[in-house]
């Protein structure tokens, strides 16, 4: 049932900086991971406030908590970079658009979004940097195979992409659902279509974006085809759901229940371990990692500041307490990024609004 979108999903895995297929050249990276600080006899720039905007990819008061020492390593690097920052002010949007839509606004000044979001807000928004995350120690496009290599956990190895996965919970439906993956057997679309979904907003790659190609490729559907899909307004609350039983399956990111792995007993009431009472029951193709991007409205943006942006962003994740603070988005450092990298995330958005487009 492979469709038109099976060849978009082909050329995501050897497109630029995709899957290893390609990555920044070396060059690129060593020159950007050594920045020379400005010249001590030039007088600084002042910039009186700095919005930062996340997206609530994680629950927002822990987002918000752990990136508190960013403002001071922020404002550190920049005066360094020439520019003086009065305050570093850090926001959770409430949903991904939210945050696209305050970068093309110009109310936030900088956002860390996924590629998705980006490509989708590019109008009003410059991508900046591409984040580097540690790899898994499961990377196989069959479900199956990480039920049988649980837990995930990760290596040394340094990735600009990751994975979405299906995910099914201790629900009737999930456990059947996952009894016949692990059996060696297809499912259905009534297989898939009788269980209640968790999705993410329409510009979440892991949460929307790259399950509906999942959903095209294997039964010639999109998430708006399914007859029971809910929307979560955060990773966390759509494990909560899933715990509880009222939905079936969630689309996550790869790494997920490791990050959830102590809130599955510990606040979601359940007994046994995430990794017994949930498995993969969809696996999508490799995503382009996550965007440091900036507004194109913003009145304190301009070349030169883009540039000392970078740099600091670059020189904060070369640190221990920088790596400390970009962990919460699993981010392990930072490469230069060009706009032409996120192509097939736009091709992605193409397809995705085709099909809600015939839906």
Known sequence: MKKASTLLLTGLLCASLLAGCGSTPASSAAAASSVAPSSAAAANKTIDKLTVAFVPSREPDEIITATEPLKQLLTDELAKQGY???????????????????????????GLIPGGTYALYDDGCDVLLTATRDGLSIDSDSAKDWNDQKPTEAT??????????????????????????????????DDINGANWSIMGSSSPAGYIY???WLQDNFSKSILDLSHAVQSDSY????????????????TYADARRDYVDKWTS???????????TAVVGVTAPIYN??????????????????????????????????????????????????????????????IQSLNAAG
């Open 290 to 351: 996550d965007t440091i991007s900036v507004s194109k409205t913003s009145p304190i943006m301009d070349d030169a500041f883009k540039t000392a942006l970078q740099n600091a962003f670059i020189n904060i994740g070369n640190t221990e307490e920088g790596k400390a603070v970009i962990s919460i988005y699993s981010h392990k450092g930072y490469q230069v990024a060009k706009s032409s990298d996120y192509d097939n995330e736009r091709a992605a958005q193409k397809m």
């Open 211 to 213: 399950p509906s190609l």
């Open 156 to 189: 040394d190895k340094q990735v600009t992409f990751y994975r979405a996965l299906i995910i099914a919970g201790p629900s009737e439906k999930g456990k059947a659902l996952a009894a016949k993956i692990n059996s060696g057997e297809a499912l259905t679309w």
């Open 84 to 110: 003086d920052v009065g305050e570093v002010d850090i926001t959770v949007g409430t949903s991904y658009e939210a945050v696209g839509e305050a970068l093309s606004a110009g109310t936030a000044d900088v």
């Open 236 to 251: 966390g609350s759509a494990f909560a759901r899933l715990a509880s039983g009222q939905i079936d399956v969630l689309c």
């Open 267 to 277: 606040e979601y009431g359940m007994t046994n371990s995430i990794w017994d009472d």
